[in-house]
């Protein structure tokens, strides 16, 4: 019996979200196949079906992972208007800082794997990292567009570093203090 072509992208998605989650939450080398499939509730067959190999399906996380983050910086532009850079900072230092591993924000949670990753993943992950930073610098204030830039690109780093110490830290007293210190820096940044 074939599918229909929604059911296969259906599936898809599906298995890209539960990959996306295993990653957050055990790192690449820390979840296999079986357990990317498990986590889909399909079989090792049906992942195959989708992704050629763990890797592929790490890549498409992700990337997913960071197309999340630009779309939801986007909806926030939208949303809150002039507003939005405090909105965002508040919810990266909260939310995004006190989520479980598996719902965490890409950017903070995959980087790390990705540094170890093959080259084409790397340029992939670069290339959409660059539309992140693109859509932040496209609201942020500034003189020029390279200072913008600059902007972005220093509060992705602020936050997701900083969410992955304070995420590092065992006593919860320490990582709210970590995320104070955070605040004040990204909104001095900007």
């Known amino acids: 019996m074939r599918y229909q072509a929604d059911h296969r992208e259906e599936a898809r998605a599906r298995l890209l979200d539960a990959a996306g989650r295993g990653f957050r939450r055990q790192g690449y080398g820390g979840i296999g196949v079986d357990g990317l499939a498990k986590e889909a509730g399909v079989t090792s067959g049906a992942f195959y079906g989708h992704f050629k190999s763990k890797d592929a399906a790490f890549e498409a996380a992700a990337l997913e992972g960071l197309n999340d983050l630009r779309e939801a910086i986007a909806q926030l532009q939208s949303e809150q208007g002039g507003l939005w850079a405090e909105a965002f ?102």
């Open 89 to 190: 900072i508040d919810f990266y230092l909260s939310d995004r800082l006190h989520c479980l591993l598996d719902k965490s924000c890409g950017l903070q949670s995959l980087t790390p794997d990705v540094m170890r990753s093959s080259d084409g993943t790397k340029a992939a992950y670069g290339a959409a990292l660059e539309r992140v930073a693109q859509q932040l610098a496209d609201k942020l204030e500034g003189d020029t567009e390279d200072a913008r830039r600059q902007k972005a690109w220093s509060l992705m780093a602020l936050l997701s570093g900083g969410v992955t110490i304070a995420r590092s830290i065992g006593s919860a007293e320490a990582k709210e203090a970590v995320a104070s210190q955070l605040k004040k820096a990204a909104r001095a940044l900007l």
